[in-house]
Every structure is written in C-alpha cells, then in structure tokens.
C-alpha cells in the first residue's frame, strides 16, 4: 500500500494548487458607466453615437513577443530533456 500513497500525494498537490489558483483575479475588460470612478471620458465622435458599443483599451503598437518564445522553447526543451531522460531509465535493465 505504500505505492499507492505516491499518486495521492500528487493528487493532492495537483488539487491544492488549483484551488489556491482559483482565487487568483482576472482581467476582464468591463464597460463601465461614463459616471463611475475612474472611468475616461470617450472621444466626442463616439460618445453620442449608441451603435458604437464598448470601446477596450488600446493596447498600444505591439508587444515584443521575443522573451515568451525563447522562454516556451526553452521550457519544452527542458520538458523532452525530462521526458527522454525518464524514458531512458525505464528501459535501462536495474542491478
């Protein structure tokens, strides 16, 4: 029964971190009344004008997206060096 208490372990962890993470806010965009605070005042060709909608915030030029795919590829090189690695030992014959 001692095997068995590995993968409960593991469980455990697993669900302890997901309920820690689902008390984590998000960032949801929301139209927020012209009143409330801090909200903007809109430009003035869109203010009157009822079919124009929400408007979201402008988020700029661009992002410079370069350290999240050296980091992605990074990470899924170490994730195969882990995975090649364990297979390796599986199949190697024990003493």
Not at 7 to 17: F, N, R
Not at 71 to 77: E, I, K, P, R
Request: aromatic fraction near 6%.
């Amino acid at each position: 029964m001692v095997v068995a208490r590995r993968p409960l372990l593991t469980a455990t962890a697993a669900a302890t971190l997901l309920a820690a993470l689902w008390f984590v806010p998000s960032a949801n965009a929301t139209d927020e009344p012209a009143g409330a605070p801090g909200a903007q005042s809109e430009p003035a060709a869109t203010a009157g004008d009822p079919a124009a909608g929400p408007r979201l915030a402008d988020t700029g030029t661009g992002i410079d997206t370069t350290p999240y795919l050296i980091g992605g590829v990074a990470f899924l090189g170490i994730g195969a060096a882990f995975v090649s690695h364990s297979a390796r030992r599986a199949d190697a014959p024990s003493a």
